[in-house]
């Protein structure tokens, strides 16, 4: 195996040794233990970058790209994000304390959510944050009075569901008229939901906002251009309806990346070039004014620019029908196998040319807990060895539960050859921190 097969170009052997971001992943292992989530700052820099470049250059002046925080939040993602003038998407109380606490400028925050609590909404005014994704009229009201009451006017986006089936899988498609997400403009309630929030007197509509699911491998750029369609049709209804015309549209977040050779790389800044001559011309088209736009990345900012590093705990052949290779970690650090039969390519820590076919599999006590069937591994893995899972940069980490009182992982930086600690490994004690008869 060479470095171009690993998926990312970041991963590479040298001398039968795995290396990550350019340094040797089994000594990492050795100096932090295991397992442990690995980043390589200086791809998740330049995935900004490619974004920030790719809006700025195909949109305009005024149209960003904002970090989506649930694909891998904590404190030292949210200073990179600050360094790299991105703005952010925060979804719950958790990321909105961690964003601040970790100088995140609030003002560039937007705050989303549909089941948002008083207390949320109350932290979230208290703390400046720049604009709510407002979700449903519920949530319309509560946070017009709430403004009113500590005498500020608040900017607000519509969530809008624009009623598009993304094709990705049930779980994270968001866009469909029945989602949990957003008003739906097929049923005529998006177009009151507008003027319910143009008749706000303490909220400031600056446009509208929709997400029609995750991991959608846009090569033909085809959903997003339907979701542009969609909105911009919307926001022309509207303009003739009420006089409105929205200042910005967000599009919300979703390229795909690749986890195993066979799927496709998306071009993003491509993708966002046609993106972008479609809603210009499509705009001139039906005679609206071209909107500022938003994008919400998240997987594609981290995806590739994490690993997990485990131990090998157990090997354990079934006569005639399997081997497992058991290790350290599992479902607790890793749960899209076992939520979404997600594909992952595991690679081990010292190359070898003599394979074996095996599932790897957690330590918890669920059948369930497979981090990925059908790997070829070293036929002589044994107990001890290091193995790694690529791509697991983007809802691992933020997915990541103590199932069993397993403590998590730490999250270790890799950045021109050093690496920082980035979030220490939990210890049993923090694990039964909260427990009040111990
Ligand atoms: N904006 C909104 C409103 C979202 O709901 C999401 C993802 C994003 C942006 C970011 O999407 P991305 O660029 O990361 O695809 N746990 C699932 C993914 C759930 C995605 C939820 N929303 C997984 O592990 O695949």
Same mark, same amino acid.
């Given at each position: 195996?060479?470095?171009?097969?690993?998926?990312?170009?970041?991963?590479?052997?040298?001398?039968?040794? /795995?290396? @990550?971001?350019?340094?040797?992943?089994?000594?990492?292992?050795?100096?932090?233990?295991?397992?442990?989530?690995?980043? +390589?700052?200086?791809?998740?820099? +330049?995935? *900004?970058?490619?974004?920030?470049?790719?809006?700025?250059?195909?949109?305009?002046?005024? $149209?960003?790209?904002?970090?989506? =925080?649930?694909?891998?939040? @904590?404190?030292?993602?949210?200073?990179?994000?600050?360094?790299?003038?991105?703005?952010?998407?925060?979804?719950?109380?958790?990321?909105?304390?961690?964003?601040?606490?970790?100088?995140?400028?609030?003002?560039?925050?937007?705050?989303?959510?549909?089941?948002?609590?008083?207390?949320?909404?109350?932290?979230?005014?208290?703390?400046?944050?720049?604009? @709510?994704?407002? %979700?449903?009229?519920?949530?319309?009201?509560?946070?017009?009075?709430?403004?009113?009451?500590? =005498?500020?006017?608040?900017?607000?986006?519509?969530?809008?569901?624009?009623?598009? %089936?993304?094709?990705?899988?049930?779980?994270?498609?968001?866009?469909?008229?029945?989602?949990?997400?957003?008003? #739906?403009?097929?049923?005529? &309630?998006?177009?009151?939901?507008?003027?319910?929030?143009?008749?706000?007197?303490?909220?400031?509509?600056?446009?509208?906002? *929709?997400?029609?699911?995750?991991?959608?491998?846009?090569?033909?750029?085809?959903?997003?251009?339907?979701?542009?369609?969609?909105?911009?049709? @919307?926001?022309?209804?509207?303009?003739?309806?009420?006089?409105?015309?929205?200042?910005?549209? $967000?599009?919300?977040?979703?390229?795909?990346?690749?986890?195993?050779?066979?799927? #496709? &790389?998306?071009?993003?800044?491509?993708?966002?070039?046609?993106?972008?001559?479609?809603?210009?011309?499509?705009?001139?088209?039906?005679?609206?004014?071209?909107?500022?736009?938003?994008?919400?990345?998240?997987? $594609?900012?981290?995806? +590739?620019?994490?690993?997990?590093?485990?131990?090998?705990?157990?090997?354990?052949?079934?006569? =005639?029908?399997?081997?497992?290779?058991?290790?350290?970690?599992?479902?607790?650090?890793?749960?899209?196998?076992? /939520?979404?039969?997600?594909?992952?390519?595991?690679?081990?820590?010292?190359?070898?040319?003599?394979?074996?076919?095996?599932?790897?599999?957690?330590?918890?006590?669920?059948?369930?807990?497979?981090? &990925?069937?059908?790997?070829?591994?070293?036929?002589?893995?044994?107990?001890?060895?290091?193995?790694?899972?690529?791509?697991?940069?983007?809802?691992?980490?933020?997915?990541?539960?103590?199932?069993?009182?397993? #403590?998590?992982?730490?999250?270790?930086?890799?950045? %021109?050859?050093?690496?920082?600690?980035?979030?220490?490994?939990?210890?049993?004690? +923090?694990?039964?921190?909260? %427990?009040?008869?111990?």
């Amino acid at each position: 195996m060479s470095g171009k097969d690993l998926i990312s170009g970041n991963v590479s052997y040298d001398g039968g040794r /795995l290396t @990550f971001a350019g340094m040797d992943v089994g000594k990492i292992a050795d100096e932090y233990g295991t397992p442990a989530y690995l980043y +390589d700052e200086n791809r998740i820099v +330049d995935n *900004c970058r490619m974004y920030k470049r790719a809006m700025k250059e195909s949109f305009g002046e005024g $149209s960003l790209p904002a970090y989506a =925080g649930k694909a891998a939040a @904590f404190g030292y993602m949210y200073k990179i994000m600050s360094r790299e003038g991105m703005a952010a998407d925060l979804v719950s109380i958790g990321e909105l304390y961690t964003a601040s606490a970790a100088g995140f400028d609030m003002k560039n925050a937007y705050f989303h959510g549909n089941a948002k609590t008083d207390e949320e909404i109350s932290e979230a005014l208290r703390l400046g944050v720049g604009c @709510f994704v407002v %979700d449903n009229p519920d949530e319309l009201s509560v946070l017009d009075d709430m403004a009113r009451k500590r =005498g500020i006017n608040q900017k607000i986006l519509l969530r809008i569901t624009p009623g598009i %089936d993304p094709h990705t899988y049930e779980a994270v498609s968001t866009g469909k008229v029945d989602s949990k997400f957003g008003v #739906p403009i097929a049923t005529g &309630q998006a177009a009151e939901f507008v003027k319910s929030a143009l008749a706000a007197p303490n909220l400031t509509l600056i446009g509208y906002h *929709c997400h029609v699911g995750s991991l959608v491998f846009d090569t033909e750029s085809s959903v997003y251009t339907d979701a542009a369609r969609i909105m911009l049709d @919307f926001s022309r209804d509207m303009r003739e309806l009420v006089g409105y015309a929205p200042e910005y549209i $967000s599009l919300g977040g979703g390229y795909g990346v690749r986890y195993v050779n066979s799927d #496709p &790389q998306v071009d993003i800044p491509k993708n966002i070039e046609r993106l972008a001559e479609f809603m210009k011309c499509h705009s001139a088209e039906i005679g609206l004014p071209m909107p500022k736009v938003i994008t919400e990345p998240g997987r $594609s900012i981290v995806a +590739d620019a994490g690993m997990t590093v485990y131990t090998v705990g157990s090997v354990k052949n079934v006569k =005639g029908y399997k081997t497992y290779v058991a290790v350290d970690g599992g479902m607790t650090d890793n749960p899209r196998y076992a /939520l979404y039969r997600s594909s992952y390519t595991v690679v081990p820590a010292i190359e070898s040319d003599e394979k074996m076919i095996c599932d790897v599999v957690g330590k918890c006590c669920e059948s369930g807990d497979i981090i &990925q069937p059908g790997v070829s591994l070293p036929a002589s893995t044994r107990r001890g060895d290091r193995i790694a899972v690529l791509t697991t940069g983007a809802y691992n980490y933020s997915m990541a539960s103590n199932y069993n009182r397993i #403590p998590r992982p730490p999250v270790v930086m890799i950045k %021109d050859g050093e690496t920082t600690l980035a979030v220490r490994r939990e210890t049993p004690a +923090d694990v039964a921190a909260l %427990d009040l008869m111990i």
